[in-house]
């Protein structure tokens, strides 16, 4: 297909979609991506995920702080088309009207349930047994425009955020392959969202990790998951901050702390932490 693509994105969740398009031959003009930011202790500057794999491609790149301030710089590309996932701006409607096939936006929930920027998170806190992928033509407002097209994913409880969001992506770029033929040539009639089910996400801090051991082990457990990497679930033990990187339920219905991180340490299991700091 030889439409003028310009891809948005810039964590990994994106990088599987723009390789499989990259793959299928599809004409990708731009990329547009995050600005560089240093990154660690030592504050070094590191490709974020889409901007590596669009220099390995050759692609040319644009890496503005608000992407506000190249609409007229994304016009004169003249796309047909705009595929986003997992930028972190909100796209102003100028752009959004430029392409002839407007853009289309690759959204880890089952739209409209979990709206906003902690989809996978919120599904993994909520013990939800399925989640999903949702194509949607963006409209002015966050995550609200109509549906294109959904898969539905079964989620177990090995699923942390780190591994289920890699099966999103990767289901997210076999969605959109899918789909995109049906869609340029109007073989795809778009879906209006129900507005009255439609729920929200919130930006997650470090501080949400933060675990409260009023909750039951079920909950906490759940957190732990929801929360590797980051934010990270924690807790303060002796006055100092541990990540709790994994735990699950034992047969007699205890949370077994499988694999922490004191501060400034590398992780450990459980055990050898509590061999040198123990509970009385």
């Not at 660690?40 to 590191?46: A, F, M, S, V």
């Not at 591994?163 to 392959?177: P, T, V, Y």
């Not at 590797?228 to 541990?242: D, L, M, Q, S, V």
């Not at 702390?257 to 009385?280: H, R």
């Amino acid at each position: 297909m030889n439409y003028k693509i310009i891809f948005i994105g810039t964590s990994q969740f994106a990088v599987p979609a723009l390789k499989s398009l990259i793959e299928n031959k599809y004409n990708i003009i731009c990329v547009i991506t995050s600005p560089d930011k240093p990154i660690g202790r030592k504050q070094e500057i590191i490709h974020l995920p889409i901007k590596k794999t669009a220099l390995e491609h050759n692609l040319k790149i644009l890496q503005p702080e608000k992407i506000s301030d190249i609409a007229s710089k994304i016009s004169d590309l003249k796309p047909d088309l705009i595929i986003t996932a997992a930028y972190g701006q909100i796209i102003p409607e100028d752009i959004l009207k430029t392409p002839q096939f407007g853009c289309l936006n690759l959204h880890p929930s089952l739209l409209p349930k979990y709206r906003g920027p902690s989809p996978i998170q919120t599904a993994i806190l909520n013990d939800d047994k399925t989640t999903g992928l949702t194509i949607m033509l963006m409209d002015e407002k966050m995550d609200h425009g109509p549906i294109i097209s959904q898969i539905k994913i079964k989620i177990n409880d090995q699923f942390n955020y780190q591994s289920l969001e890699k099966k999103l992506s990767q289901e997210a770029a076999i969605l959109l392959i899918k789909t995109l033929p049906q869609y340029v040539q109007n073989q795809i009639k778009p879906k209006s969202q129900e507005e009255e089910k439609a729920s929200y996400t919130k930006i997650l801090t470090r501080e949400d990790g933060k675990i409260n051991w009023q909750q039951t082990n079920h909950e906490i457990e759940r957190k732990i998951r929801a929360f590797y990497p980051w934010p990270g679930a924690w807790t303060e033990f002796n006055g100092k901050r541990i990540k709790i990187l994994k735990a699950k339920i034992t047969s007699q219905g205890f949370l077994e702390l499988e694999l922490v991180q004191p501060a400034g340490k590398k992780p450990m299991t459980g055990e050898e932490y509590f061999k040198g700091n123990p509970i009385t």
